[in-house]
C-alpha cells in the first residue's frame, strides 16, 4: 500500500501511522541489537554497572558519542575530555536537525522538543525519507509526528535495552566483538543510505565526506574525522546543489 493510500485509509496522526513507524524501523532494529550488545558489554569491562549504563545510553541516546565514551573511560574519568569528544561525536545533530527544521516548524514546541530528544541517525533518515514521500504523494502535514515517533521510541527502547541486556551478559560473553557484532554498526548506516538513494549526482557529497572523514580519522587526532565529514559534506552539497 501507498503512502497517500495509508494516510486516506486510516488518516493521518492514527494508531496506524505510529505502528506504521514502528514496522519501518524494523529491519534497522535487528542490526541495532548487535551493536547495541557490543557497548553494553565494552561498557562492563570499563567498570560501569548495568544501571549506569542504561542511565547514559538513555539520557545521551548517540550511540557513536557513548561508544566514544566508553573507550575514554578511566578511573576516575576525564570528564572535560569525554564531553569534548561527545560534543565533536554529536555535532552531526545540528544539521540533521536543520534538515528537519522545514518539515518542524508549524508543530508546538510540546511535539517538536520530544521528537529531537528522541532524534538519532535511524529515526532522522527514517522520519526525512518519509516525509519527503509525502511531499511528492501531495499529502499535507508532509511530516507526520505519529510516524516519527514510531520509529523514534522503537529505536529508543531496543538501544536502552539491548544495551542494558549485553551489560548484563558481558561477563559471560567475555569480548563479543570476536563474534563480528561491531559489523552491524556500518552496515546499519549502509541500509540508510540505500533508502536515501537517488542518483549517482545526488550521492557526490557523500563521497566528499567520506572521503574527508578517512583522511582526518588518519591524519589528526581525536574525533574532528566527525565534524570534517559532516561539514565537508554540507560545503559539497551546497556547492552542487544545481548539478544533482
Excluded at 551478559?169 to 559489523?183: I, K, Q
Excluded at 574525522?225 to 548539478?243: P, R, T
Aim: proline share 6%; with cysteine.
Amino acid at each position: 500500500m501507498s503512502i497517500s493510500q495509508a494516510v486516506e485509509a486510516a488518516g493521518d496522526g492514527s494508531g496506524s501511522e505510529f505502528r506504521r513507524g514502528v514496522a519501518s524501523c524494523a529491519p534497522v532494529l535487528f542490526g541495532t541489537i548487535p551493536y547495541a550488545l557490543v557497548l553494553g558489554a565494552q561498557a562492563t569491562q570499563r567498570g560501569l554497572s548495568p544501571v549506569e549504563l542504561s542511565m547514559m545510553t538513555g539520557l545521551n541516546f548517540a550511540g557513536g558519542s557513548e561508544f566514544a565514551a566508553i573507550q575514554l573511560w578511566t578511573s576516575p574519568p576525564h570528564i572535560l575530555l569525554i564531553v569534548a569528544i561527545t560534543f565533536l561525536v554529536n555535532s552531526r545533530h545540528l544539521l540533521m536537525g536543520a534538515a528537519l527544521a522545514p518539515f518542524l516548524r508549524d508543530l508546538p514546541r510540546g511535539k517538536v522538543f520530544p521528537a529531537l530528544f528522541f532524534l538519532c541517525d535511524e529515526s532522522w533518515a527514517l522520519g526525512l525519507a518519509d516525509a519527503k514521500r509525502r511531499a511528492a504523494a501531495g499529502i499535507t502535514p508532509a511530516f507526520s509526528p505519529r510516524y516519527y515517533m514510531g520509529a523514534a521510541l522503537a529505536m529508543y527502547l531496543t538501544w536502552v535495552a539491548f544495551t542494558t541486556l549485553g551489560a548484563l551478559l558481558g561477563p559471560m560473553l567475555g569480548h563479543v566483538e570476536t563474534y563480528g557484532f561491531d559489523m552491524a554498526f556500518p552496515a546499519v548506516f549502509l541500509v540508510l543510505m540505500r533508502g536515501m538513494w537517488k542518483n549517482v549526482a545526488a550521492a557526490r557529497p557523500w563521497l566528499v565526506s567520506l572521503v574527508v572523514a578517512a583522511l582526518a580519522y588518519l591524519l589528526v587526532p581525536g574525533a574532528w574525522y566527525v565534524a570534517a565529514g559532516a561539514v565537508s559534506g554540507l560545503l559539497a552539497a551546497w556547492l552542487m546543489a544545481g548539478d544533482a
